[in-house]
């Protein structure tokens, strides 16, 4: 097998068991190019992976004042 393939967009969902599932998605330009054994490709993949965060601040536990601590 030879030649090169090239992606404009693609989607890789990665799982480990149910503890992990990722959904990954891929960029464009990312290669995958074969020299002869299919099983010996290069893989120039890159992707990015959506996190969504809370901006909001942890709450933090309120002390008495020290006066009442006595």
């Known amino acids: 097998m030879f030649g090169a393939y090239e992606f404009e967009r693609g989607n890789y969902n990665f799982t480990l068991y149910d503890i ?6 891929i960029n464009k330009g990312s290669r995958i190019t074969w020299f002869g054994d299919p099983y010996e490709a290069l893989l120039g993949i890159t992707a990015s ?3 969504l965060v809370s ?14 601590l006595r």
């Open 20 to 25: 992990i599932n990722k959904e990954f998605s």
């Open 55 to 68: 901006y909001a601040p942890k709450q933090s536990v309120t002390r008495p004042p020290t006066s009442q």
């Open 49 to 51: 992976y959506k996190q």
